[in-house]
């Protein structure tokens, strides 16, 4: 482990155990945070995509039991409720519908009976790789300036950020099966296995942003009568917004489209009161965040 991030997890260490800890804790009684992941894969996988996307199985678990230990595991469905006393609350999702997420995660979490909600981008079901992955595994990683074309200039559409970038990606190793999306009959073993919901990440997860209303009109209806043609018990008129980005446009639209609840890729706690449900704040969980880290951040620090 680096000097940097040995000391980083030793500062964190005491840092929990501390009066400070302590008191942020009292100030988070009763409120909800939403946590952001996106893929969880086996300890022994040699994973080369996004980096910050995919958390090994045993540091989920660690997250996990130091979730249970100091907050209330409730679904998402469980939001329109408002705010609960006492213990805080803790709603965790997925975007991307990875299968590593179905494979380790999930399981994981229907063995102790907790819910959760997974963010699907149909049109990637049947067991498609993510450019970002891809480019990741390419070698050469995703420089800033790559990430702004990728967004603007192709408008984060899969398609067009290939032909961009389709040199680098020629002749590509084959991907871990973890960092393909889940297919449709791995979504319905999930179901039968334990509390999970669906909402949707879009259809193709483009830059909603930078979308005509004839595009917006598509990528947000098409997924949410899919899920509910597929998952009618299982679904729910939420969106989680590709890439974090959306405008008053995007969020009209998505009203407009049906859905009750739009949420964003960064934040930390729900608002106690007066908040835009089109808009809603979740705390992304890079791979990189410890166990300690992760429980610093459920005691109300560094929101």
């Known amino acids: 482990m680096p000097l940097a991030s040995a000391v980083k997890r030793i500062a964190e ?29 086996a300890d022994n996988a040699t994973t080369s995509g996004d980096g910050s996307l995919h958390i090994p199985l045993r540091v989920f678990l660690r997250h996990i ?4 230990e100091r907050a209330e595991v409730v679904p998402l469905a469980a939001l ?16 991307d519908a990875y299968r590593g997420t179905l494979r380790h995660a999930l399981r994981e979490l229907a063995g102790r ?12 079901v049947p067991g498609a790789t993510f ?10 990683g995703l420089e800033p300036a790559d ?44 179901v039968a296995a334990g509390p999970v919901t669906f909402g949707s990440h879009t259809w193709s997860h483009p830059n909603l942003a930078r979308a005509s209303a004839a595009e917006l009109q598509d990528e947000l209806a ?41 949420f964003l890729v960064s934040g930390g706690w729900l608002p106690a009161q007066g908040s835009n449900p089109f808009a809603l704040p979740r705390l992304n969980v ?13 005691s109300g620090l560094f929101a």
Request: glycine fraction near 10%; aromatic fraction near 8%.
């Open 80 to 95: 329109a409720g408002g705010a609960a006393d006492g213990r805080p609350r803790v709603v965790i999702t997925f975007d």
């Open 13 to 41: 260490a005491g840092l929990l155990r501390s009066g400070a800890a302590a008191l942020g804790r009292r100030r988070v009684s009763g409120r909800t945070l939403v946590l952001a992941y996106h893929n969880v894969v």
């Open 113 to 124: 009976g907790l819910p959760a909600t997974v963010f699907v981008p149909p049109a990637f």
């Open 131 to 140: 450019w970002w992955d891809d480019l990741g595994r390419a070698g050469h």
């Open 65 to 68: 039991d130091a979730i249970q």
């Open 147 to 190: 990430r702004d074309s990728a967004l603007g200039e192709c408008r984060g559409r899969d398609a067009e950020v290939r032909r961009r970038f389709a040199a680098r990606l020629e002749a590509l190793p084959a991907a871990d099966p973890d960092l393909r999306c889940a297919t449709l009959e791995e979504l319905q073993a999930a």
């Open 286 to 298: 890079p791979a990189g965040m410890s166990a300690d880290g992760l429980a610093l951040r459920l």
């Open 222 to 262: 098409r997924p949410l009568a899919w899920l509910r043609d597929h998952f009618p018990e299982r679904s729910l008129p939420a969106i989680s917004y590709p890439y974090g980005l959306r405008s008053p446009t995007v969020e009209s639209a998505a009203r407009d489209a049906g859905y009750t609840m739009g």
